[in-house]
């Protein structure tokens, strides 16, 4: 185990020194999903719970589908489907995004925890006091600045608990990358694998970083949780 940790960490953690693989592609992959994924949900959240069915019901059908699938198979339909489409092979920019298996990955990521992300605040817009959105009313908020100032802020914080969960499946679901022949942290593992022919190491060894990074992600939450919903906390009894 010594000798392959020796030989093989560099390649694990972030380079092969070619380009950047394992620990550094799967959190680049987590990181900008996530991000991605989360700023597109807000906006889609805000239609989820709109009265307007124009706006409700395309972001409804987006999240079934998404949600209705699994990823595997939205990344092999982005992979391998897309470009043999003659909308995407007869557009140079379109073939070229979709010719990277890195951007096949990321995308199917990002549109993956959008949905997901979505139904999670649109849920906890629903949750949001009535009481905060009538007193936002009677001071003469906009409806722009009530959500800017009140129901977002306040929604996120509710949702942060589910929120975090969905981060930590979404660390767990950037292991199907090497499907779509991307160097991640299962991608390196599994070629570790094929030059020694210890599994048990190979895969131990990713194992152990990935609980590490979801050791720091539960940590990082908890600390955001602790200062974030600290009034949702029961008194001291003093």
């Known amino acids: 185990m010594i000798d392959i940790v020796q030989e093989y960490w560099k390649s694990l953690l972030w380079t092969d020194g070619y380009r950047f693989t394992g620990v550094a592609i799967t959190l680049w992959l987590l990181i900008l999903s996530v991000v991605l994924g989360g700023m597109l949900a807000l906006l889609l959240a805000v239609c989820r719970v709109s009265s307007n069915k124009f706006l409700s019901l395309p972001v409804w059908l987006f999240t079934y589908i998404f949600r ?17 489409l003659e909308v995407v092979k007869g557009s140079e920019m379109l073939s070229a995004f979709f010719r990277s298996g890195l951007n096949c990955a990321l995308l199917a990521f990002t549109l993956n925890t959008c949905a997901y992300t979505t139904e999670i605040f649109a849920g906890a817009i629903r949750s949001v006091p009535h009481g905060e959105i009538e007193a936002a009313r009677a001071y003469g908020f906009s409806r722009f600045k009530m959500y800017r100032c009140i129901i977002l802020p306040s929604a996120l914080r509710i949702a942060l608990p589910a929120y975090s969960n969905e981060v930590i499946l979404m660390l767990h679901s950037t292991a199907l990358a090497f499907t779509a022949t991307v160097p991640d942290l299962l991608k390196i593992a599994r070629d570790i694998n094929s030059a020694t022919y210890q599994p048990f190491t190979a895969f131990g060894i990713a194992a152990v970083l990935y609980l590490i990074i979801s050791y720091v992600l539960i940590s990082l939450f908890r600390r955001a949780e602790k200062r974030w919903l600290r009034h949702t906390k029961p008194a001291s009894a003093h």
């Open 68 to 84: 209705g699938t699994p990823l595997y198979v939205q990344l092999l339909v982005f992979y391998s489907g897309m470009y043999t």
